[in-house]
């Protein structure tokens, strides 16, 4: 056994020194953990539910809006995944009540606002929740939507805790 | 007899080879940057060391109630630059007030339905440089600067109100 692993020793010595054999296996042992990282739990892909709500309807178009549509990020077209529920209500919009001095939500004619429900996805570390790997979400974001019925924007107003804490 | 300190195949005194010697050096470079990477526990950036406790307030003006609920004690915040700027230790939302004119051409405070104003306070280490406290190796504190801020579910605007800080362990 001694005298084949010389051998090998040998042969090897004809093609490398000792600083190439140095070199290789630091470089072997980099690109083991370059390639396992995306393994580590940080990086893991887990399924994160989010809401957006997208406003300014008219004539029932928000039905365009379909549960078990499939969802893009219309801009850097990442998946975001699957729309699992539709609600809708009536658009409001600020307005200044001079009798009472204050400002309230008055509907506006006509106009529906959806809320919709996402299922995607999503790489989870302590600081951010990037749907397919790269969309950070947080509420207060506003998103671009593409569905194969409707393309919308709107404001992420909850991203559910569960899985993505 | 007076060695040459490279030769001619380019061998440290003969004996090594200048080009092995770079290539070594840049990979122990590279496997120091892994070790800092994933195992140091940190993100590879240089952390200011705090040597204060410092607990200061952000008013965030009128958001809806999704905001309010996207807050949570405990939550790290950071700002667009990515630094932690504390741990939120503390949530007060009431409803919003905001100024306007009436049709009598009057300033007034009016409450508005369905927006709150909220407090946050948050704690953080940071160190005093110049009568100044910084939060990272950039970002000091200053009254009344707003600021955009996030934390791993929501993102706002809020504005510095108050800045106390005690030095750590005081």
Same mark, same amino acid.
């Given at each position: 056994m001694k005298e084949k692993i010389k051998g090998w020793a040998r042969k090897a010595g004809k093609y490398f020194n000792v600083f190439d054999l140095v070199l290789l296996a630091a470089a072997a042992v980099i690109a083991a953990v370059l390639l396992a990282a995306p393994l580590f739990k940080g990086d893991e892909m887990v399924t994160v539910r989010f809401t957006v709500e997208t406003s300014g309807y008219e004539? #029932?178009?928000? =039905?365009?809006?379909? +549960?078990g549509d499939k969802a893009m990020d %219309? /801009?850097?077209?990442?998946?975001? #995944? +699957? /729309? =699992?529920s539709v609600s809708c209500e009536p658009t409001v919009r600020q307005v200044i009540d001079y009798d009472s001095a204050r400002v309230l939500n008055a509907e506006v004619p006509g106009q529906m606002t959806a809320l919709v429900v996402f299922e995607a996805k999503a790489k989870v570390t302590d600081m951010a929740i990037a749907v397919d790997g790269g969309l950070e979400l947080r509420v207060g974001d506003t998103v671009s939507v593409k569905t194969p019925g409707i393309s919308f924007s709107g404001y992420v107003v909850e991203i559910e805790r569960g899985e993505a804490q | 007899m007076k060695r040459k300190m490279i030769d001619e195949k380019g061998r440290l005194f003969g004996k090594v080879s200048v080009v092995d010697l770079i290539a070594v050096v840049l990979v122990l470079g590279l496997a120091v940057m892994v070790y800092v990477r *994933? *195992? %140091?526990? #940190?993100? #590879?950036s240089i952390k200011t060391e705090g040597d204060c406790d410092v607990t200061y307030t952000l008013l965030i003006k009128s958001v809806r109630q999704y905001t309010v609920d996207a807050l949570k004690v405990g939550d790290e915040l950071y700002n667009f630059e990515d630094d932690p700027i504390g741990e939120i230790a503390g949530i007060d939302a009431e409803p919003a007030v905001e100024l306007n004119s009436t049709l009598t051409g009057q300033v007034v405070e009016m409450e508005s339905e369905g927006r709150f104003d909220v407090r946050l306070t948050v704690k953080a280490k940071g160190r005093k440089l110049d009568d100044r406290y910084y939060l990272s190796d950039t970002f000091a504190l200053e009254y009344y600067d707003t600021l955009p801020i996030k934390t791993k579910y929501v993102t706002t605007n809020g504005t510095i109100r108050s800045i106390d800080a005690t030095e750590a362990g005081g």
């Open positions: 004539n #029932g178009d928000e =039905k365009l809006i379909k +549960v %219309s /801009i850097k077209k990442y998946d975001m #995944g +699957v /729309i =699992k | *994933f *195992f %140091s526990g #940190g993100d #590879g």
